[in-house]
């Protein structure tokens, strides 16, 4: 009997040795996570005064109270704004960002429903932003934000060959046929968005994460808006 149970003994613990030696790793559901960096955006006020702060949550409303653009100055105008990356373990840095700009014009279809003509397309993959790239930033340091402008002009050399059909027939974007002639291009209730992508020093790229995501972490977002009044 004692025989007995110094078999079972071995053969279980030959079996264990056989279990803990065979286990296949890329079975593991543990993933480790990886680095990564995220950007975020800020428009600039006249008081110089930057939005959304570094510890507030992005607020299109409040965003929308403090910055527009008059569609009496049309391509004149200039909004002003920061970007920056930021790398909260530095364990990666960013080589660049590259900015994209959507556009979306409010218009009335035949029957008289408002509707939403959107350019720029959608995002292509998740590390590709939505919208026509617009420009490229280089040399950047962590955390530290890069001032630059944007102008009506610079959203209508973007999408100054596009075309769309607001229900009788395809008209270019900015066009007499469209009611948008030259010196009245840009309307009330446009709106123009501001994404980034970033190339990291590992040779990855990181795009804009989902709406619910973009808005939910201080000191990150995925875009900056701003509308014409």
């Known amino acids: ?77 200039s909004v002003p704004f920061q970007v920056r990356y930021v790398s909260i373990d530095q364990k990666l840095l960013a080589n660049s960002m590259t900015l994209y700009v959507e556009f979306d014009q409010p218009y009335t279809d035949p029957d008289g429903n408002p509707r939403i003509a959107a350019f720029g397309g959608t995002s292509p993959g998740p590390t590709i932003p939505p919208g026509t790239q617009w420009t490229s930033l280089e040399n950047l340091q962590n955390r530290e934000p890069v001032s630059l402008s944007i102008t009506l002009q610079d959203v209508y050399d973007l999408y100054k060959d596009a075309t769309f059909d607001y229900g009788n027939g395809v008209v270019n974007v900015f066009s007499a046929e469209n009611g948008r002639p030259e010196g009245a291009r840009f309307h009330t209730g446009d709106r123009v968005r501001i994404y980034w992508r970033i190339h990291a020093d590992n040779d990855l790229y990181f795009g804009s994460w989902s709406p619910s995501v973009c808005n939910e972490f201080l000191g990150a977002n995925c875009y900056i808006e701003f509308g014409v009044d």
Do not use: W
């Open 1 to 77: 009997m004692k025989m007995n149970h110094t078999l079972l003994y071995s053969m279980l613990l030959g079996l264990c040795t056989t279990l803990v030696s065979c286990r296949d790793e890329e079975l593991n559901p543990y993933v480790a996570p990886e680095p990564g960096v995220h950007g975020f955006g800020q428009f600039l006020t006249a008081d110089g005064d930057a939005i959304p702060a570094v510890d507030e949550f992005y607020s299109q409303t409040a965003i929308d109270n403090a910055i527009a653009v008059d569609s009496a100055a049309q391509t004149t105008a």
